[in-house]
C-alpha cells in the first residue's frame, strides 16, 4: 500500500433559497455572481492539476438556482435594474444601485478599477438610504450605466476575463461603456452560468473529482427528525412551544436531494455532508435508506461521540491520530463510513490564509500535512478531511484565491508524502473502519445546534412552521378523495413551502449568533413562504405574521470565539503567531446584504482577537493594510454594559498609547485608580484588563459589550452596527471542552 498520506478537499457549494414564493423573482444576485465567479473556477483549475483529487458539495435547492439562471429565465431584482438602459432608470432603481451595486470586496474588487473607486467616493462610504438620496443629483448618466457594467464585471472570476478577449477589454477600459457592452456583459453571464453544472459533470466523468449532496433545502436533518436532540449538547436551552418530530420531512428533503442529483449527473451520489455537518442517530437511518455510502462532520462530532478529547499543539497541529481514521456507524441495520473534517486546518484555508502572502499560506498548509504524516505509522491507511465553504472565502484573497490555490495545488500534486483523493476514493481503498457506536448529536459549529434553535426569534420561527404544516396536514385531511385530487396541485406546492421553510438559512440569521443589514429582508422572505402555505390551501394566516420576527436589541456572539487560554505578550506586535491562535475573533463591521456586504466607513481596524487567560481578557486591534502605519490619533472606547457598566478608553498615535477606565456609580462616570489595564501599540494595538474589573461574574458566564472606533478622518466605527457583543469567560471545564493544549 503507498505510504502517501491521503489529503480529501471537500468544498462546499451552497447559496440559500433567494426566490420569492409569490412573485417568483429572485430578491438577491448571488447564486449568479457565484456562478460567475466562483462555482465553474473552483473545479476548472483542476484540469491544470488532474492529479489533485477533490470532492465537492453542491446543494440541490442551488443546482436548481443555478439551472434557472443558465437557462435565462432567472429574474432578479439586481438584473432587471442592470438590463435597463440608463433612460428607462426610474429614481428608485437609481436609488436602489447607489445602495446596493457596490456590494463587493473593495480591496480586491473596486479599488483596482480607478472608475468603480471614483463612483464610490462620489456615492460616500455609507449606503444609508437618506445618504444616497442626498448624493442622487450628483450621478449623471454615463455613471449609471458605467455602474451598471462595473459591478456586473468585477463578480466575473478574473480567469474568464483574462481569457475572454471582450471582458478582458472591458475590463482594462474601465469605464465609458455602451449599453451593447453591458448586454454582451450580462449574456457573458448566463453563458458562465451555463457551463457550470456541465463542468462538475465532466471533471466527474474523467474521475477528477467525486460530487457529494445534501438534503434539498439545507434543512438542519437532526432538529426535523426531533428537535429535542438540541438538548444533548444543550442541556437548558430553550425549546420551541411545539416539539418538532418529523422524520418524513427529513427523508422527503434527502430523496428529493438524491433524486435531483440522480437526474443532473445521471447517477446517485455516494456521499452526503448535511446540512451545516449537522448529524444525530435518527438521521443516520433515513440516510442509509436513501443509499448513501458515506458521509462527514466535525472533529468535535467525533471527540464527543468517542468521548475521547482531541490535543492540540500551540501551533494548532493535531497528533492524536484516531483523527484522521475511517469510521462506521450502524444505522437500522446498515452500516455508513463517515471521515471527520479537521477544525483547523479548514479554518486556516476559510479565514486566515488570506492575510498571507500566497506561497507563505501553501507551504504552511503542506508543512503541516507533512507533519500529520510524519506521525503515524501507515500514513496510506489514513485520510484528512479539510472540509470548507468553497466560495464566500475567495474575494478576501488576491487574485480571487487563485495564486493560493495554484500554488498549493502544484505543492500537492507530486508529493512524495500526499496525495490527493475524493472521500470514496479513500474509502473504497481503505476498508477498515473503527466503529462508532453512537453519533453524538450536533453541527460543525460548536457541536451543537445553538445557531438554529433556542434563540427567541429562531423558536418563534420554529413554531410558525410547525402551525402552518399542522394547518396542511388538517387540510388535506378534510378533503374528500375528488376534492384531493382537484387540489393536488396547492397540495404539492404548499408542502414545497414548508420544506423551504425548514431550511437552515432563515434562522443562520434569526437570534443573536449573526447579523446583517439584510435581517429584515430575510425574516421578510421566511414570513413570505409561511403565508404562502396558507393562501395555497385558502386559510387566514395568523396575524402574527405581519410582526417581523427579528428585533432590533440583540446580543451577537462572534462567530469564532476562543477555543483555549490565551496569554500574550502586551507589546504592539505579533510577536508569534501562534500566540493569538486559540484567540476569538470580531469580523470587520459590514453594510449591505447577508451574503456580500460593503463596509460602513473608510474605516481603520480590520478586525479584533479577544481571549482570556485565568484573569485577563485581551484584545488585539488589527489594522488594515492600506491604513499601517497609522501615526495620527485615534481612539478606542470599549463600553462592557454587563456583569456591571465599566467603560475601557485607550487613546493611539502610532507607538504612543494610553489607557483609562471608567466605571458608573449613580448614573455619573468616575475614574477607576489602579486599574491594572495595559496597552502597547506598534504593528497592532494589544490591550488586556484583569476581569475582576468588570465586577461578579461566574465561570463561564456572560460579558456584554459594544465597541467604538474614532478614526477621525477614517470614520467612526460601532460594532456590532446595532445591538451588543457578547462574550462568555472560560467555564472550568472550558480547556476540556475544545481539548485544546
Known amino acids: 500500500m503507498s505510504n502517501r498520506l491521503n489529503i480529501a478537499f471537500l468544498w462546499h457549494m451552497h447559496q440559500p433559497l433567494y426566490k420569492d414564493p409569490i412573485t417568483k423573482e429572485y430578491t438577491m444576485p448571488w447564486v449568479l455572481f457565484h456562478a460567475t465567479k466562483d462555482y465553474y473556477d473552483m473545479v476548472a483549475i483542476l484540469d491544470e492539476f488532474p492529479e489533485v483529487h477533490q470532492t465537492f458539495n453542491l446543494v440541490p435547492c442551488l443546482i436548481e438556482q443555478l439551472n434557472e439562471y443558465a437557462s435565462g429565465s432567472a429574474l432578479d431584482t439586481y438584473r432587471k435594474i442592470s438590463s435597463k438602459t440608463v433612460a428607462e432608470l426610474t429614481k428608485e432603481d437609481k436609488s436602489f444601485m447607489l445602495q446596493y451595486f457596490f456590494q463587493a470586496n473593495w480591496d480586491h474588487m473596486v479599488r483596482p478599477v480607478p472608475r468603480y473607486l471614483e463612483l464610490l467616493r462620489k456615492r460616500g462610504l455609507t449606503n444609508s438610504r437618506d445618504e444616497v438620496q442626498a448624493v442622487l443629483r450628483y450621478f449623471r448618466d454615463e455613471d449609471y450605466l458605467d455602474l451598471q457594467v462595473l459591478f456586473n464585471l468585477v463578480w466575473i472570476d478574473p480567469t474568464f476575463r483574462q481569457k475572454d478577449p471582450f ?8 469605464g465609458v ?16 452560468a451555463g457551463m457550470v453544472v456541465p463542468k462538475y459533470a465532466e471533471m466527474m466523468e474523467k474521475g477528477i473529482i467525486e460530487v457529494s449532496t445534501t438534503p434539498y433545502y439545507h434543512p438542519i436533518l437532526p ?32 430523496r428529493r436531494g438524491v433524486e435531483l442529483y440522480e437526474k443532473t449527473f445521471g447517477r446517485r451520489p455516494a456521499g452526503l455532508w448535511p446540512s451545516e455537518g449537522s448529524v444525530s ?10 443509499g448513501f455510502k458515506w458521509l462527514a462532520t466535525d472533529e468535535e462530532i467525533l471527540s464527543n461521540s468517542l468521548r475521547r478529547p482531541l490535543r492540540r499543539d500551540s501551533a494548532g497541529n493535531c497528533y492524536d491520530p484516531f483523527l484522521y481514521k475511517a469510521y462506521s456507524v450502524e444505522a437500522a441495520g446498515d452500516k455508513l463510513s463517515m471521515v471527520f473534517r479537521d477544525h483547523v486546518l479548514s479554518d486556516l484555508i476559510g479565514f486566515d490564509y488570506s492575510k498571507l502572502d500566497p506561497e507563505t499560506a501553501a507551504n504552511d498548509m503542506v508543512s503541516r500535512l507533512v507533519h500529520i504524516h510524519n506521525m503515524l505509522e501507515e500514513p496510506g491507511r489514513h485520510v484528512v478531511p479539510i472540509i470548507l465553504d468553497g466560495e464566500n472565502a475567495w474575494e478576501h484573497f488576491r487574485n480571487d484565491g487563485r495564486d493560493f490555490l495554484a500554488a498549493l495545488y502544484s505543492k500537492l500534486a507530486h508529493h512524495t508524502k500526499l496525495k490527493c483523493v475524493t472521500v470514496n476514493e479513500f474509502l473504497t481503498k481503505e476498508k477498515q473502519r473503527d466503529e462508532i457506536q453512537w453519533l453524538f448529536p450536533g453541527s460543525w459549529i460548536s457541536h451543537n445546534f445553538r445557531i438554529w434553535i433556542g434563540h427567541p426569534e429562531d423558536n418563534a420561527a420554529w413554531d410558525f412552521i410547525a402551525e402552518a404544516r399542522d394547518s396542511l396536514v388538517k387540510y388535506e385531511k ?7 385530487e382537484e387540489k393536488k396541485g396547492n397540495i404539492a406546492e404548499a408542502w414545497d413551502e414548508v420544506y423551504a421553510a425548514e431550511g437552515s438559512d432563515w434562522f443562520w440569521w434569526y437570534g443573536e449568533e449573526h447579523s446583517s443589514l439584510s435581517d429584515e429582508h430575510f425574516d421578510h422572505l421566511f414570513r413570505r413562504h409561511i403565508r404562502h402555505i396558507y393562501a395555497l390551501i385558502d386559510a387566514e394566516p395568523p396575524d402574527s405574521l405581519d410582526i417581523p420576527i427579528s428585533s432590533e436589541a440583540k446580543g451577537f456572539v462572534p462567530a469564532l470565539t476562543p477555543t483555549a487560554l490565551i496569554k500574550p505578550v502586551i507589546d504592539g506586535s505579533i510577536s508569534n503567531y501562534f500566540e493569538w491562535l486559540a484567540a476569538g ?34 484584545f488585539r486591534f488589527d489594522y488594515l493594510p492600506e491604513a499601517a502605519p497609522y501615526e495620527k490619533e485615534w481612539s478606542i472606547a470599549v463600553n462592557f454594559m454587563h456583569p456591571s457598566n465599566v467603560k475601557l478608553t485607550a487613546v493611539v498615535k502610532g507607538m504612543e498609547s494610553a489607557v483609562s477606565m471608567q ?14 489595564a495595559r496597552i502597547a501599540s506598534d504593528s497592532v494595538v494589544e490591550l488586556s484588563l484583569p476581569v475582576s474589573l468588570l465586577g461578579e461574574i461566574s465561570k463561564g458566564g456572560e ?25 462568555h469567560t472560560p467555564s472550568e471545564d472550558f480547556e476540556e471542552q475544545n481539548w485544546i493544549v
Not at 281 to 290: C, G, Q, R, T, V
Request: with cysteine; aromatic share 8%.
Open 167 to 174: 471582458l478582458r477589454a472591458m475590463y482594462e477600459k474601465g
Open 177 to 192: 461603456y455602451t449599453e451593447q457592452e453591458k448586454r454582451k456583459v450580462l449574456e457573458k453571464q448566463t453563458a458562465i
Open 223 to 254: 432538529l426535523l427528525c426531533d428537535s429535542f436532540s438540541a438538548r444533548e449538547a444543550m442541556p437548558g436551552v430553550t425549546l420551541p412551544k411545539e416539539r418538532f418530530v418529523h422524520p418524513e420531512d427529513a427523508a422527503v428533503q434527502l
Open 281 to 290: 442517530m435518527e438521521m443516520l437511518a433515513l440516510a442509509a435508506a436513501e
Open 478 to 484: 378534510s378533503l374528500t378523495p375528488e376534492e384531493k
Open 585 to 618: 475573533r470580531l469580523e470587520r463591521q459590514f453594510y449591505g446584504s447577508a451574503m456580500h456586504r460593503e463596509l460602513q466607513s473608510n474605516g481603520l481596524v480590520e478586525g479584533v482577537s479577544y481571549g482570556f487567560s485565568e484573569d485577563e481578557l485581551f
Open 663 to 676: 466605571a458608573k456609580k449613580d448614573s455619573k462616570w468616575a475614574e477607576v485608580r489602579d486599574h491594572g
Open 703 to 727: 460579558i456584554r459589550l459594544v465597541i467604538t472606533i474614532n478614526a477621525g478622518e477614517r470614520g467612526i466605527e460601532r460594532w456590532p452596527v446595532k445591538g451588543f457583543i457578547v462574550f
